[in-house]
């Protein structure tokens, strides 16, 4: 499995599936899951309805599936990240459950690339050092890793690309 790091807009990425920060109600919102559904268009926000009326949303660490409508890979996975107020381990693990549950349906779609934005470090506030380093080690860790050919870390600012650099060095070294 390779890791990447890129700063990118994630809606551009060509990959099998990109990983939505949504929110609980998956109807859009703003941040990433806003420009995933004004550039994936109506079909995904129709996928999100059906879900909706299925199961009432998706609760936070969870995650659900559609397809992708007019970006270039071919899933959206919708996860929904935890809002920080303190650093409590409650909130680190919704966010590892993120990235574990992403993963999962992954595999389960045979998808062999994809790609997180920094779930919950927007308007959830998360610490973006913090939610780096749960998402690699999430990633590292996961049992049918060796299922998955790539993950890309898509970064939005240079902060965030910094970190995750810095991070994955660290942990090249060791």
């Keep these: 499995m390779k890791i990447e790091i890129l700063k990118a807009d994630i809606t551009e990425i060509h990959v099998d599936a990109i990983v939505n920060a949504a929110n609980t109600s998956l109807l859009g919102g703003g941040g990433v ?3 995933i559904h004004r550039k994936g268009g109506k ?3 129709d996928e999100c309805i059906q879900i909706r009326n299925k199961q009432g949303g998706c609760k936070v660490g969870e995650a659900v599936i ?3 409508g007019n970006l270039p890979s071919k899933y959206v996975i919708h996860t929904v990240g935890p809002v920080w107020n303190g ?3 409650e909130k680190k693990n919704l966010l590892a459950a993120c990235y574990q549950n992403s993963l999962e349906l992954a595999v389960e779609n045979n998808i062999k690339t994809i790609a ?3 779930i919950s470090t927007g308007i959830y506030h998360f610490p973006k050092d913090k939610a780096a380093e749960i998402a690699i ?3 590292l860790n996961f049992d049918k ?3 998955i050919e790539k993950v890309i ?3 939005f600012d240079d902060e965030s690309y910094k970190i995750y650099n810095d991070l994955l060095e660290k942990i090249d070294k060791k």
Excluded: N, R, W, Y
């Design 116 to 118: 997180f934005p920094g």
């Design 33 to 35: 899951d806003g420009a």
């Design 66 to 68: 559609t397809t992708a």
């Design 43 to 45: 079909v995904i926000l």
């Design 145 to 147: 890793i060796s299922e």
């Design 87 to 89: 650093d409590k381990e």
């Design 137 to 139: 080690k999430t990633v």
């Design 153 to 155: 870390f898509v970064c």
